[in-house]
């Protein structure tokens, strides 16, 4: 049997099904500000099916990208699902004519977003639905109780099979966990925002996947720079080589690069292949500000 690339990134649990750690978020699909369709909708299509075609078996998405536009995109492209497919989806928020995201966690507003992501999918049960709470890039802290515990409920009631939290605080993720068992974590992570990095490796040991967003996100341009250096060097893309870097840095790890391009579908699944050496670690951690900062040592 051929290895698809995605495959050889390895595999992980996410709720009940196992998944290539290198998956796909299709935030980019929708138009300028994640508002209206794409330019190409048959390119947007095509990146989709490309990723499947590709071994990509977790996707990332929400209803209001668009809103509802990226939904029936994936609808379109993949519906009837492979079986291996699977879908996590987000609720918390909602989209103003103007673009803006206010919130929207009351029960009526995620029981509204759980139908939603449904009907637009096509399918009848969410397999995994991340509770979003407010604040951006930055989680804020405030009780997510009775948002979670209307998203359990709807999970009893066999809309959803499992649940997971995005944009959380340590507490907020401990408080989620007394109300019902938690998926998965979506935060912003990467190369140089580390400040989830002991809660990466508490997850590891409960064996619940860390799934970073923002994977070349708030890079200063000395960083960036530095990053440049590395993938200039390797002869690959600054992408790549902060892929492979998040790969590297823990087994719970699950990656959801977006693109609405299938040569950068392509080019970003490549990661998956690639190798760190002990010398380009030491020189990433150094840009995160994690290794040892004299550069003759």
């Known amino acids: ?30 138009g300028p500000h994640v508002m209206g369709p794409p330019a190409d909708r048959d390119a947007a299509i095509a990146v989709l099916r490309r990723a499947v075609e590709l071994g990509v078996n977790h996707i990332d998405t929400s209803d209001y990208y668009g809103p509802y536009v990226v939904n029936e995109l994936i609808r379109e492209a993949l519906h ?21 995201w206010p919130e929207a966690l009351s029960p009526d507003d995620l029981r509204r977003a759980v139908e939603e992501n449904l009907e637009h999918l096509g399918i009848d049960v969410l397999e995994v639905v991340n509770l979003r709470m407010p604040g951006f890039a930055e989680p804020v802290e405030r009780s997510l109780a009775e948002p979670f515990e209307a998203l359990a409920e709807l999970q009893q009631q066999g809309l959803i099979a499992h649940l997971g939290v995005s944009n959380v605080t340590t507490q907020q993720l401990a408080d989620a966990q007394a109300i019902a068992p938690v998926a998965c974590v979506q935060n ?64 719970n790890l699950l990656l959801i690069p977006g693109t609405s391009s299938v040569a950068h579908l392509e080019e970003n699944l490549e990661a998956a292949a690639r190798v760190l050496g002990p010398v380009e670690l030491e020189e990433l951690d150094r840009i995160g500000g994690t290794g040892n900062l004299d550069p003759d040592l």
């Not at 409960?206 to 890079?219: D, Q, W």
């Open 80 to 100: 009837p699902y492979p079986e291996d497919l699977v879908i996590v989806t987000k609720v918390g928020a909602r989209r103003t004519p103007d673009g803006d």
């Open 188 to 251: 912003h992570y990467n190369l140089v925002h580390r400040h989830d990095d002991p809660l990466i490796d508490a997850l590891a040991r409960e064996g619940i996947p860390y799934v970073p967003f923002f994977p070349l996100g708030g890079f200063t341009p000395l960083q960036s720079a530095a990053l440049n250096t590395v993938a200039r060097r390797l002869e690959t893309t600054p992408m790549q080589v902060a892929l492979t870097w998040l790969l590297s840095r823990s087994p």
């Open 1 to 30: 049997m051929t290895t698809t690339t995605a495959q050889k990134s390895g595999e992980y649990t996410l709720g009940s099904r196992r998944v290539h750690r290198l998956g796909y978020g299709s935030m980019q699909l929708a």
